[in-house]
């Protein structure tokens, strides 16, 4: 007999891939761009998280209780609140006193309800395992990056990438931001599942991947310089979404692979790379993922990811940017930034360098003719 159990909802959405015709003179390359931004928490977190939890409901039993724990002040809180909803559970959400009162005010609006404790995330989530979950015989802790199933989650990028990018012949490179390292990782599970893992050749359907962090969170470069798993002493970036001390140790593991590269770029790059995108394409997304769109505004994607290709073999490449969204960036946010760091001299210098050239250029073959 079959079961009259309804199906588990699935908490994120397939996403589209877009071409960005800004992003793509800026670049010198054909720029597509992987709207994570739609996601129902309006970040990517929704597919790892929301995967882990209709996974632990499936597994629990969809007629028992269950009570779903986060310990994030940031994107993993919001995709967990808003995975609850779909699966009609409750969620508690802990945390630290740093957390601005703009997120604790999105997170009790889904409907979660928040406890805030602790000078930081440590001391939040210790408070959470021990004085909540610990006394709740239906909790089901939601770990925001560092779990198998928040990788398996994320890795459905790819599957959908695959579909989506097949038209316009394929693509050639992936740029993501690393944080704790889940998205990374999902995405290398996924590559590899399609056999894209080529030791960074080009030639039989291999992709190469630029994995960026800003400076002051650069848990991941720190550990690939080091050789070995590396823990910051600090966050000092404003980048704090991508504020992981340590990555996870399978983020290491794949970073270190040689179809990725690890780069770092300042607070001021990544918050003018935010700045300009919401300008060019009218999303607004936080310096955490204006980092991975950074390159392309300061004309090093081609020098990074690959520095061994002709610039008209360049010209002709796709390349994906997972617009990882998050919820922390505001038009007063970006009006700040835009005050703060646009006269900073790495800007000054590389933004929007190769565009203003082809436009002079442009202008001069005009008065010629």
Known sequence: MGSNAEPIPRCWIETPCVRSAALSREAGCNIYLKLETLQPSASFKSRGIGHLMSLALASHGASKPIHFYCSSGGNAGLACATAAIS???????CVPKSTSDTMV???RTLGAHVVIHGAHFLEA?????NELIAKDPNAIYVPPFDHEDVWEGNSTMVDELEKQMQDVGGYQGLVCSVGGGGLLIGLMLGLSKYGRLQGGSLDRRGVRVLAMETEGAESLHVSVKNDRL?????ITSIATSLGATQVASKCFEVGVKPEVTSCVFSDAEAAMASVAFADDERIMVEPACGVSIAPCYNDTLRTLLFPDVSEEKFSKLNIVIVVCGGSKATLQILEAYRKEYSNDARVMKKFHKRRLASEKKNNLMEKID
């Not at 699966?87 to 959400?93: D, F, H, N, S, W």
């Not at 590396?230 to 600090?234: G, I, P, Q």
């Open 125 to 129: 989530d210790s408070f959470m395992k």
């Open 87 to 93: 699966l009609g559970r409750p969620a508690t959400i």
């Open 105 to 107: 005010a999105k997170m």
């Open 230 to 234: 590396t823990k910051l002493d600090a």
